[in-house]
């Protein structure tokens, strides 16, 4: 079994208790905060075509339904991720959008060249073998002009790091504590297996988002702005512990018009 088979394999198993953290946040304060930051971040019009990619359980497609954009593609490659997502949608969706769910590999993307007016992606950049390839097929199929929206983190970097190791712990033993969700275990989750992957991935190596950064600016015509500690805007309290020790970013992309 390849490194990318390994890990669609893991999400085939711990996509039952990855949709539930989902669930919690589309019945929670976090969807309505999540709705107001991409109606900041992204264009208003609404008759263009977006790709969630690495939908999971489909969280972004439908935040992104209810503000209104017509034509959504949803990406995974977790065949278990794309049946809860579809369930999902059924469930919190507004049967207002063309939605489409497919079965792809971010790193290999099956469309043609400038399909789409707006990416969005998240948590997924940290799960991959080939982030830099990934990036450039992003960037292949978003149109001249179009916004590519990356939320992300050093996630599991506290393997690597004692004192982040160390901040972890608290935060996670104070969740305990307060009685509060664990996120790191819990069903479907495999830690021995999680471990073992985030160990072969490149960017459990390097410091994020200075990597994206780094890499993007290399690129012509392109426009780079980050927003680190973004959890800060949509994460409640119960997130707060369990993710503080590895901070989302967001990071905005702007393609050039040539």
């Given at each position: 079994?390849?490194?990318?088979?390994?890990?669609?394999?893991?999400?085939?198993?711990?996509?039952?208790?990855y949709?539930?953290?989902?669930?919690?946040?589309l019945?929670?304060?976090?969807?309505?905060?999540?709705?107001?930051?991409?109606?900041?971040?992204l264009?208003?019009?609404?008759?263009?075509?977006?790709?969630?990619?690495?939908?999971?359980?489909?969280?972004?497609?439908?935040i992104?339904?209810?503000?209104?954009?017509?034509?959504?593609t949803?990406?995974?490659?977790?065949?278990?991720?794309?049946?809860v997502?579809?369930?999902?949608?059924?469930?919190?969706?507004?049967?207002h959008?063309?939605?489409?769910?497919?079965k792809?590999?971010?790193?290999n993307?099956?469309f043609?060249?400038?399909?789409?007016?707006?990416?969005?992606?998240?948590?997924?950049?940290?799960?991959?073998?080939?982030?830099?390839?990934?990036y450039?097929?992003?960037?292949k199929v978003?149109?001249?002009?179009?916004?590519l929206?990356?939320?992300?983190?050093?996630w599991?970097?506290?393997?690597?790091?004692?004192?982040?190791?160390?901040?972890f712990?608290?935060k996670?033993?104070?969740a305990?504590?307060?009685?509060?969700?664990d996120y790191?275990?819990?069903?479907?989750?495999?830690?021995?297996?999680?471990?073992?992957?985030?160990?072969?991935?490149?960017?459990?190596?390097?410091?994020?988002?200075q990597?994206?950064?780094?890499?993007?600016?290399?690129?012509?015509?392109?426009?780079?702005?980050?927003?680190?500690?973004?959890?800060?805007?949509?994460?409640d309290y119960?997130?707060?512990?369990?993710?503080?020790?590895?901070?989302m970013?967001?990071?905005?992309?702007?393609?050039?018009?040539?």
């Amino acid at each position: 079994m390849n490194l990318l088979e390994e890990i669609q394999n893991y999400w085939n198993h711990r996509y039952t208790g990855y949709s539930k953290v989902n669930e919690k946040e589309l019945e929670g304060t976090q969807r309505e905060s999540w709705k107001q930051q991409l109606q900041r971040l992204l264009p208003a019009n609404q008759n263009i075509k977006v790709l969630d990619i690495g939908t999971g359980p489909g969280f972004f497609t439908i935040i992104l339904e209810e503000l209104g954009y017509t034509t959504i593609t949803g990406i995974d490659v977790s065949n278990n991720m794309l049946e809860v997502a579809k369930e999902n949608i059924q469930k919190y969706g507004k049967g207002h959008s063309s939605i489409q769910l497919m079965k792809m590999d971010a790193q290999n993307l099956d469309f043609k060249p400038e399909s789409f007016d707006i990416i969005v992606s998240r948590n997924l950049t940290w799960n991959l073998e080939k982030p830099q390839q990934a990036y450039s097929e992003w960037l292949k199929v978003l149109k001249p002009n179009g916004t590519l929206l990356i939320f992300d983190a050093n996630w599991y970097a506290f393997l690597q790091n004692e004192s982040l190791e160390k901040e972890f712990e608290k935060k996670r033993q104070k969740a305990v504590e307060e009685k509060l969700e664990d996120y790191w275990q819990g069903e479907g989750i495999d830690e021995e297996k999680m471990d073992w992957i985030v160990q072969q991935l490149p960017l459990t190596y390097q410091q994020r988002p200075q990597w994206d950064i780094d890499y993007f600016s290399s690129l012509e015509g392109i426009s780079v702005e980050t927003e680190e500690n973004f959890g800060d805007l949509v994460w409640d309290y119960e997130e707060q512990l369990n993710y503080g020790a590895t901070p989302m970013f967001c990071i905005k992309i702007v393609k050039g018009d040539k």
